[in-house]
């Protein structure tokens, strides 16, 4: 069921082409003729949720701005990484205009210089992510596998965090020894656990040179926990590179207080991406 009053009163504020090119959704977003996706400015409620330190580290915060401002892409949590950083720096421009401010320090005085970075000079520098999405393994078995999802994403933030408190854990002054070296086994543990089950949750089948073509995801995962190094890390590269964003961050600085010119890029942090 539509509002008729929401239909009349958000119109889509610009379209944007994604590095996905609407490629491994479950269900594919409504594009329009060229192919983009219409993106919406930020309500009052968005704004909201975005500019509350670090929302966008919690996975529902990003979910529900995507829905409001992308709502052609049906399931947020199962859209492929690769164009988030794209649709929030979108919604980003359609709802505070083109200029996105980065600070800089000088490699030569040291300035913290403040720099304004165009967002649309950075959209247009998006194309489709056109890496291959399957791999044959030394031993003939052939690996289709699809990028990162946002769901994903957010098991990885976990992840960080988790690392985080291990490394804050271990400087607890009142743990023993032996508990320290507990802790720290059983946070690895679970850190390299959830590092396999973000690679298998990217593999869409396996097929073995004899058999079978397999897609059930716990098969996977556990197939993919008992092979090799050099196995696991061909699958790994080929998921990573699916995951790329395709955007170009290069950007020539000159330092506003001695003139020295240098290339570098821009940190595209989310967490801090609304706050001004
Ligand atoms: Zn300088």
């Known amino acids: ?3 008729p009053l929401i239909q009349a009163y958000r119109k889509p504020a610009l379209y944007v082409a994604l590095p996905s090119g609407g490629k491994y959704y479950n269900e594919k977003p409504k594009m329009s003729v060229d192919g983009e996706l219409a993106i919406y400015s930020m309500t009052a409620r968005d704004e909201l949720i975005s500019k509350t330190p670090d929302a966008l580290f919690n996975g529902e915060a990003t979910f529900s701005l995507i829905s409001s401002c992308a709502p052609d892409i049906g399931d947020p949590r199962e859209m ?7 649709v929030l720096i979108a919604i980003r421009l359609a709802s505070y205009g083109d200029s996105i401010g980065v600070d800089i320090r000088c490699p030569e005085c040291d300035h913290l210089n403040q720099l304004a970075v165009s967002t649309n ?33 957010t098991l990885l933030q976990i992840q960080r965090i988790k690392q985080t408190k291990l490394i804050d ?12 070296q507990v802790r720290f086994g059983e946070t690895f543990i679970e850190i390299a656990d959830i590092t ?5 949750n990217a593999i869409t089948q396996v097929k073995p040179p004899e058999g079978e073509i397999v897609q059930e995801a716990e098969l996977i995962l556990e197939w993919l926990k008992s092979i090799t190094k050099t196995d696991y890390d061909q699958i790994r590269t080929i998921v990573e590179d699916l995951s790329d964003n395709n955007i170009d961050t290069n950007f020539d600085a000159t330092c ?14 989310i967490a801090n991406f609304f706050a001004g």
């Open 1 to 3: 069921m539509t509002n």
């Open 80 to 86: 492929p990484v690769n164009d988030l950083m794209v």
């Open 121 to 153: 000079a950075l959209l247009s520098t998006v194309s489709e992510n056109t890496s291959v999405d399957n791999v044959t393994l030394k031993n003939d078995f052939k690996i289709s596998c699809k990028p990162y999802t946002l769901a994903d994403r």
């Open 169 to 180: 854990s271990l400087s607890d002054a009142t743990l023993t020894e032996e508990e320290r």
């Open 196 to 200: 396999v089950s973000l690679i298998a």
């Open 256 to 269: 506003q207080s001695c003139e020295h010119n240098w290339k570098t890029t821009i940190d595209l942090d």
